[in-house]
């Protein structure tokens, strides 16, 4: 069974600070990986999807990378802002399914 | 362009009630989904659609039932409210499922007393 992990849980950083999120998850056999914001009282909005041929994808500041044989993920986030403060969840989508499995988020403060 | 729109947003429920929580999408997608997501915790989903009149179970599905019957609309019923289905319910749909971003609505927030 697919099992995704987010760690650390919550991270508290200055601004203009760079970065690491980290997802790892257990079944290598994954169809893509995503990586979605969600700001408090608020839906999920997609940043970043990493097909499983894929190793990363960059949008902006944010650049995500994937190791299918490690089962890792990073989002790495450059030079913070204190409006980047939300939770961040990766999630995996398999292959023979189209559901997405969630990891539980890391909640991230950027200090002004 | 409104996206994926969820009513309502709040609600609350007596244990034994039951209600309706509507999802709608104006983007023609054909894949829609239900999630919930428990407090601290990442979302698991419900049921999920892949056309109009085709539903299936997705990984916690005891206690909801859905129906498509139309492209646009994906409504989530609950039977017989529990206190263990307090929590924030989630739309989503997305196109050709896999490969392709998947798009959320913004929640509604079910409190069962």
């Known amino acids: 069974k697919q099992e995704v992990t987010q760690i650390p849980a919550a991270l508290s950083v200055p601004e203009g600070e760079n970065l690491v999120l980290n997802c790892s998850f257990t079944?290598?056999?994954?169809?893509?990986l995503q990586w979605f914001r969600q700001d408090p009282g608020k839906g999920l909005t997609s940043l970043l999807l990493?097909?499983?041929?894929?190793r990363e994808q960059t949008s902006g500041r944010l650049n995500a990378s994937l190791d299918k044989s490690s089962g890792r993920s990073t989002l790495y986030i450059a030079a913070s802002q204190p409006g980047d403060s939300a939770t961040y969840l990766c999630a995996v989508r398999m292959d023979s399914s189209y559901k997405l499995i969630f990891g539980s988020g890391t909640r991230l403060l950027v200090r002004p | 362009n409104a996206g994926v729109t969820q009513t309502p947003k709040f609600r609350i429920l007596k244990i034994g009630q039951s209600m309706t929580l509507q999802c709608a999408q104006d983007?023609?997608?054909?894949?829609m989904y239900w999630y919930r997501q428990d407090p601290g915790m990442g979302l698991k989903l419900i049921y999920y659609s892949v056309g109009a009149g085709i539903t299936d179970k997705g990984e916690v599905p005891n206690g909801y039932n859905v129906s498509r019957s139309t492209t646009e609309d994906f409504p989530l019923r609950l039977e017989l409210a529990a206190p263990s289905q307090t929590s924030v319910y989630f739309c989503?749909?997305?196109?050709?499922?896999?490969?392709?971003?998947?798009?959320f609505g913004e929640g509604s927030w079910l409190t069962v007393v």
């Open positions: 989503a749909s997305s196109y050709e499922g896999a490969r392709n971003t998947i798009y």
């Open positions: 983007m023609n997608h054909n894949y």
């Open positions: 990493i097909q499983s041929s894929q």
């Open positions: 079944d290598s056999a994954i169809y893509n």
